[in-house]
């Protein structure tokens, strides 16, 4: 999207994970003011409130989703309102209820309000038992056996026929697991690999839920700001996907991310007590070929492991320092 004064961004889910460092991005872009911030609670993070405009927001209520559109007159949306894999998986009728029907007032909301474009996240998780793990192709046997997982394949399908039938612009990616520092775990499977640095910088041991040699996809935020507005900036003659990109960055197994943290801080212990996410874990990929975003839109990551690692703990002991 070209940014002008009239332009207004909506970002659903801006309490999440990804939608609290999307918010603050996008508002550093384009003005705080062209930044509307929802949720279905109000943020814990003040600034995200009071640095510009929040609205309380649960996407299941149509009429409200529709009232904030119809104030705002945004032309881009971020969907983000998700339930992730593991707490799907405690509740899985209202995981699959918020996951799809949350999208498919998104997306009529848009078509009828005139949105320009809409922004969805996939996941790894669309990947199933019987996918080949290593290198996972974009075009490939996809049968997963999560709410969360089966929520988002079938949402990839509708929002390529919503793009198909109602020429509406929606991009999405399919994310590995995401790591950063500015929020804590949202109940998803690779959140060992942020927990991991929490525990490390408050001197703790850590007990991990995966086993030390489970392989995962993964990605730094700052990688996944990027991707996620260098697709959402493309020109659309650019995008030839529209269910949803794969998108990689590193694959690392604890044992690694564990080795990696410990060349900075050599005492830190990590334990292995793998539970029910072991075997979500693994029946999802271990790395991931997106050549296709590369080739198509020229995704490329800035951080490996041990470049995250140091970044990680830097702002983590930061912040430690400055709430004593």
């Known amino acids: 999207m070209q940014s002008t004064p009239s332009d207004t961004i909506l970002v659903i889910g801006a309490g999440g994970q990804l939608g609290l460092e999307l ?16 949720d279905v609670r109000a943020p814990k993070d003040a600034a995200t409130q009071e640095s510009g405009p929040f609205e309380l927001l649960d996407v299941l209520d149509k009429n409200r989703l529709e009232e904030v559109m119809r104030q705002y007159k945004p032309k ?32 009529d909301a848009s078509v009828d ?26 075009l490939t046997i996809m049968n997963p056996n999560t709410i969360y997982g089966i929520s988002k394949l079938a949402g990839e399908q509708w929002c390529e026929w919503y793009f198909k039938k109602h020429g509406l612009d929606v ?50 935020m700052p990688d996944a700001l990027k991707a996620t507005l260098d697709l959402m900036h493309a020109p659309a003659e650019q995008i030839k996907i529209r269910s949803s990109y794969n998108l990689g960055a590193m694959s690392f ?9 410990q060349r900075h801080q050599p005492d830190f212990r990590v334990t292995y ?5 072991q075997q979500i874990a693994d029946s999802w990929p271990a790395s991931i070929d997106d ?32 709430s004593v």
């Not at 309102?81 to 949350?102: C, H, I, R, V, Y």
């Not at 007590?273 to 996410?277: A, F, N, V």
């Not at 050549?291 to 703990?313: H, I």
């Open 113 to 138: 309000l005139g949105v320009q474009q809409v922004y969805w996240p996939s996941s790894i998780a669309v990947f199933g038992p019987d996918t080949p793990r290593e290198n996972t192709p974009q």
């Open 23 to 38: 918010t603050h991005e996008l508002r550093q872009r384009y003005g705080a003011s062209h930044v509307v911030a929802a």
């Open 291 to 322: 050549s296709r975003a590369r080739q198509d839109w020229g995704w490329q990551p800035d951080f490996d492991l041990d470049k995250m690692t140091q970044d990680m703990l830097v702002n983590l002991k930061q912040q430690v320092a400055l």
């Open 76 to 107: 881009q949306v971020y969907h983000l309102a998700a339930l992730l894999s593991a707490t799907a998986e405690k509740n899985p009728k209202f995981g699959w209820q918020l996951n799809m029907d949350g999208l498919f007032n998104v997306l």
């Open 253 to 261: 197994s604890p044992r690694e991310i564990t080795a990696s943290i």
């Open 273 to 277: 007590q793998p539970d029910s996410r």
């Open 171 to 220: 991009r999405s990616l399919r994310y590995p697991g995401l790591i950063g520092y500015k929020s804590l775990p949202g109940g998803g499977t690779t959140d060992y690999a942020v927990d991991i640095y929490h525990k490390a910088v408050a001197g703790q041991s850590y007990e991990c839920f995966l086993s030390e040699d489970t392989y995962l996809p993964m990605m730094y």
